[in-house]
């Protein structure tokens, strides 16, 4: 790849007016303004660093999910079948501490191999996921619909729709500390916060420093364009629903040992938190546009906003109404933004302005609109 190609590295928010500068930093001022407002109402209990601490625990769980549909959003698809993904998986992970009964015997495996199932099964549902839309055509809103009950629907057969509880194991057995995901902290934050980060920072590394990141954003603005350049756009596909799978899975791993019980109906409409969160960060549900720096924020909005809701006493109704308003307002500036956009630079592609990235066999003349996103 030749230097030339690259499009000079600018500043953020650079050239921006004041009104274009709020909307680009929206979620952060939004976030800002919810803490503001929620410690003035609650000083003695919102902004203490207990409770921001175990804010953020919550949030990690919204965040990883979060993360998972923001790669399947950046194809131009969608997957409504992340919460009913976490809740199979932390029930897979339940009864795999509860032992495997082989030839009369109870088979106890250890917690990293309850835990290397559970993402796999988190995989497995990703993978079908992927098939169903990149291989077999079928509309990525049908295909997870038609996922989202059949993985709660075996979630509940498991089990009988029955809560799996006495997580904890035994030391004889060998299957203890899988509640060190939910309880323990490294330095003081706890454990669910660090993979919330190092998740993150893969994701980021993922979209911003890899070919695939760059197939990614190429394909999700203008998929045909990037077929046509050389793009594997099928297992380009597959592999964003493999990844919210996993992201799945590892939140349900988190939130499994949180409340040291498997119940077949955890996750209930985490779906929709997720989809939530990816939009209040600023990416397209046209595919193509997005980062997890926002979608991270999105995700704290939406936490931090129903945590202060509650400690102030409203409704969780009420809390349902507050959250659907933040998401309809996050769509209309996300297309007060695009066409912002689309007037500071004419020449940006109207679907997302994504085109072909510059990989080996892909149009390098793309480079600049590919780049652009990348950093935006």
Known sequence: MSHTALSPRRRPFQGLTLGAFLLEARAFLALLVIFVIF???????????????????????YAILAIGMLVVIMDGGIDLSVGSTLGLSGMVAGLALQGFPIGGVILYPPVWVVVILAVATGALVGLINGVLVARLKVAPFVATLGMMYVVRGLAQLTTNGLTVNNLSGKPELGNTGFEWLGFNSILGIPVGVWIMVIVSLAASLLLSRTVYGRW????????RAAELSGV??????????VIAGVCAAIA??????????????????YELTAIAAVVIGGASLMGGTGNVRGTLLGAFVIGFLAAGLTIVGISA??????????????????????????????GTPAAGGASAPPADGVDAASTDSITENARS
């Open 39 to 61: 410690s003035i109402l609650a000083p003695t209990a919102f902004p203490t660093l207990s409770n921001i601490i175990v804010m953020c625990q919550q949030v990690s769980v």
């Open 216 to 223: 990614l954003y190429a394909q999700g603005g203008n998929r």
């Open 232 to 241: 594997p756009v099928r297992k380009v596909s597959v592999r964003a629903y």
């Open 252 to 269: 349900g791993v988190i939130l499994t040992s949180e409340l040291t019980s498997a119940g077949p109906t955890q996750g209930t409409s």
């Open 317 to 346: 109704y009420v809390q349902t109404v507050f959250t659907g308003a933040v998401i309809v307002l996050a769509v209309l500036l996300n297309g007060i933004q695009l066409r912002s956009r689309r007037q500071r630079k004419p």
